[in-house]
Nanobody, 126 residues
Framework: EMQLVESGGGLVQAGGSLRLSCKLS????????IAWFRQAPGKKREGVSC????????YYEDFVKGRFTVSSDDASNTVYLQMNNLKSEDTAIYYC???????????????????WGQGTQVTVSS
């Protein structure tokens, strides 16, 4: 069974940091694009970042570029999202997702990702 489990969310003050983890099991994550999405209250879910462990390719949306870093650990089948200089507008439920497609690392389109975690809440207080 293919599963993704996020952890690491919490409450942090603006300017602080959090590191989210996404543990993948049941498939060879090296073959997939692994993305982070988020959904803020009252807003649509949006893509944040993506990594392809196979070649180390990474992508960030402009609103997190320079603040967030995505990485992967092959040994533990885990993808991380290091979030620094957090802002109140980063408050959201963060999801990791896995997709196997040919549209490239920039394609943070929900329907291209078949497997999703349950989400982890990140709350940034101002």
């Amino acid at each position: 069974e293919m599963q993704l489990v996020e952890s690491g969310g919490g409450l942090v003050q603006a300017g602080g940091s959090l590191r989210l983890s996404c543990k993948l099991s049941g498939f060879t994550f090296d073959d997939y694009f692994i993305a982070w999405f988020r959904q803020a209250p009252g807003k649509k879910r949006e893509g944040v970042s993506c990594i392809r462990p196979h070649d180390g390719g990474k992508y960030y949306e402009d609103f997190v570029k320079g603040r967030f870093t995505v990485s992967s650990d092959d040994a533990s089948n885990t993808v991380y999202l290091q979030m620094n200089n957090l802002k109140s507008e980063d408050t959201a439920i963060y999801y990791c997702a896995a997709g196997y497609h040919d549209y490239g690392i920039h394609a943070l389109i929900e329907t291209l990702f078949d497997y999703w975690g349950q989400g982890t809440q990140v709350t940034v207080s101002s």
